[in-house]
């Protein structure tokens, strides 16, 4: 094991008293004082600040936009072209068999592609990009940039405390503007199912930022438990987990992020890796299917649960892939993978914890409703 | 009070022997959710799984500290698992135990000795 990488924020969360521990490469708090029952429902029900800057910043620049974007379509099977200036979209990158390399957002920034990927992909990522893209298009990694997540329904009213600009965004718009005397590119979303942002700020003023937010009363700092719960909660998939090079975005549920232009019959259909196995299932369908899952007790179906159909005998019709306690939902909740047969909506299953088969129930994705200023 | 390895407390009341789980543990636990008892009337085996405790985090197990019988359990911790954060010295004892061997606490730490051993 190599040495772990520290973002711009560690002194700060040190100071606040996080418990920081290793996370894709890098030292990141995990819960602060609180805990991470609390950091969970405060971010609910006001506004929690997340150090992400250990995901990676990419900034994709041709000739124009139009460029880039055609470019970075052979990558992604989203519509990179159509995505308006100041937009922003999610996006998955896959691989020959139709599997998910990682999934990412992207944002068209006038005169280039501005790219946030998961921590522990953005290696691979950046060469996957450079190798398929340049030199048209130059792959630049953001190092001197740290990435922090506002998120909540008091997020608006805190950063525009600092810049009113910030409120008359809509979900999924991007701007640049000061705060607290940094340059920073804002995007109004963020992966809690709240509203929020996210906010690339200049490494060296990453902490004063940080410090004005978290002078806001309505401010907590927010550690990794926290995001883990409160992205289950909302539907949304941890890569590594819920998806991976395995699982095609129509099993993993991602078929809202592949817009029609893309699509068979589409203007720029196909095009990107692994477009046989995706178009063929979603014209065909799948075998297995991401749902949301409630366990009927108490007791937390956690990742590896295998899912049955029977409450004896029988083979594992599927397995979680995520799961733990709902702070907000107040009891268990999971999200996994389950025969296609068995994946309608109050379906009853049986998970087996330690030997015993419990009732579990195929439920609606998000298990707490989203909060986004659409 | 007595204390194991495994971050547990054994206090002795009249013949019966009290287990519950150490501030200290219940701290690196987290916030606990989920609290599965083992029923009254159970023999167990010193170092037996008795007990599961879920936090946020993770499942851990509680070991019988003894040989012996469960003779009686904390039900309302079943619908409060947050006492085990709370309370955890007095109010989120996990079950009540008739030691076969009483001479079986004396492997287990005094009050000092764990004090060294978490540091």
């Known amino acids: 094991m190599g040495e772990l990488n520290r973002t711009p924020l ?38 929690g600040l997340f150090d992400v800057s250990h995901m990676g910043q990419v900034v994709l620049r041709g000739e124009s936009y139009e460029a880039v974007a055609r470019a970075f379509e052979t990558l992604v099977p989203m519509d990179v072209l159509g995505l308006g200036e100041g937009r922003q979209r999610y996006g998955l990158f896959t691989n020959d068999g139709g599997g998910i390399e990682d999934d990412l957002m992207f944002a068209n920034r006038g005169d280039h592609l501005f790219v946030v990927v998961n921590a522990a992909c953005k290696e691979a990522d950046i060469a996957r990009m450079k190798a398929a893209l340049e030199p048209e298009v130059s ?27 910030v409120a008359g965004m809509s979900f999924m718009d991007v701007v640049t503007v000061e705060l607290a005397g ?28 940080a410090k004005a937010l978290l002078e806001m009363d309505a401010v907590e700092p927010i550690g990794l438990g926290a995001r883990d719960s409160l992205r289950l909660e909302a539907g949304l998939c941890l890569y590594g987990n819920d998806i991976d090079t395995s699982t095609s975005p129509v099993m993993a549920g991602l078929t809202w992020a592949i817009q029609k232009v893309r699509r068979a019959g589409g203007d720029r259909a196909g095009g990107f890796p692994g ?35 029977e409450a004896e005998g029988g083979d594992p019709i599927g397995e979680v892939t995520s799961g733990g306690f709902g702070p907000t939902y107040e009891g268990p909740v999971a999200m996994g993978y389950v025969g296609a047969a068995q994946a309608a909506v109050g379906t009853e299953l049986f998970g087996e914890v330690r030997g015993k088969r419990m009732p579990v129930t195929v439920a609606k994705m998000p298990l707490v409703p989203a909060n986004f200023k659409r | 009070m007595k204390y194991t390895e495994e971050h547990e407390w054994l206090r002795v009341e009249g013949d019966l022997v009290v287990v519950g789980i150490t501030e200290h543990a219940s701290e690196q636990l987290g916030d606990v959710v989920f609290v599965e008892l083992p029923e009254a009337g159970t023999e167990v085996t010193k170092d037996e799984e008795v007990c599961v405790i879920e936090s946020v985090k993770a499942a851990s197990d509680i070991l019988a500290p003894l040989d012996g019988e469960i003779v009686e359990v904390n039900e309302p911790l079943v619908d409060e698992p947050g006492k085990v954060n709370e309370d955890p010295l007095e109010g989120a004892w996990f079950f009540k135990m008739k030691a076969s061997d009483l001479s079986q606490m004396d492997d287990y730490m005094d009050e000092n000795e764990y004090k060294d051993f978490i540091g």
């Open chain 1, 139 to 165: 792959v630049e990694e953001i190092t001197d940039r740290a990435l922090i997540a506002l998120q909540g329904p008091a997020a608006e009213a805190a950063l525009a405390g600092l810049n009113p600009a």
């Open chain 1, 182 to 209: 940094a340059e920073c590119w804002v995007s109004r979303s963020g992966y809690t199912g709240e509203d929020g942002y996210e906010i690339s700020v200049p490494e060296a003023q990453a902490e004063a930022l």
């Open chain 1, 10 to 47: 560690y002194d700060l969360h040190v100071a606040l008293g996080a418990k920081m521990v290793p996370f894709a490469g890098y030292e990141m708090p995990v819960q602060y004082a609180l805990g991470v029952m609390k950091e969970h429902l405060h971010c609910r029900a006001q506004a």
């Open chain 1, 275 to 309: 477009v046989d196995r995706i178009f063929g299932d979603l014209a065909e369908g799948v075998a297995r299917k991401r749902v949301g899952l409630v366990p009927q007790g108490r007791a937390p179906m956690r990742a590896g649960t295998p899912i049955f159909a």
